[in-house]
């Protein structure tokens, strides 16, 4: 039993003492932490910057209200995409398709409604705003 030992220990001294070959990647932390994350300070009131409000006749339904108004006049949105602070909400009909943009007024303050895009259902040529959201609310 001794000697048949005696006879492996060169196989697995051979084995350990193999070189490294290089493969191109890099070498992974042997600890086996997360990398490292960028870590970005919140923006302070200082870097807010005021979105311009949209200010035509017949938007006055729309401009200013909250996702939650705005579900409550067109239904529920057919879209919504989030980015940061700010929101679109899509609503659509067999008329129009009407894309309301919403950020927040003041630091930290809930988005709300300060433009709105309005384009024909069928081939997305640009129809009138106003007009488009009497054809949508319920």
Do not use: H, W
Request: with cysteine.
């Amino acid at each position: 039993m001794r000697s048949a030992i005696l006879l492996l220990l060169p196989l697995v001294a051979a084995c350990a003492s193999a070189p490294a070959t290089y493969t191109g990647a890099p070498a992974r932390p042997a600890t086996g932490a997360p990398p490292p994350q960028v870590v970005r300070p919140a923006p302070s009131t200082r870097d807010f910057k005021a979105p311009r409000v949209m200010n035509m006749p017949g938007l006055e339904s729309v401009i200013g209200r909250n996702e939650t108004a705005l579900a409550n006049i067109f239904g529920p949105p057919r879209l919504e995409v989030k980015e940061g602070d700010a929101r679109k909400l899509q609503f659509a009909g067999d008329a129009c398709v009407l894309d309301v943009y919403l950020y927040p007024l003041t630091p930290r303050a809930e988005p709300s409604a300060t433009y709105v895009d309005a384009r024909r259902a069928s081939d997305g040529i640009d129809v009138d705003r106003a007009a488009c959201v009497a054809a949508l609310r319920r």
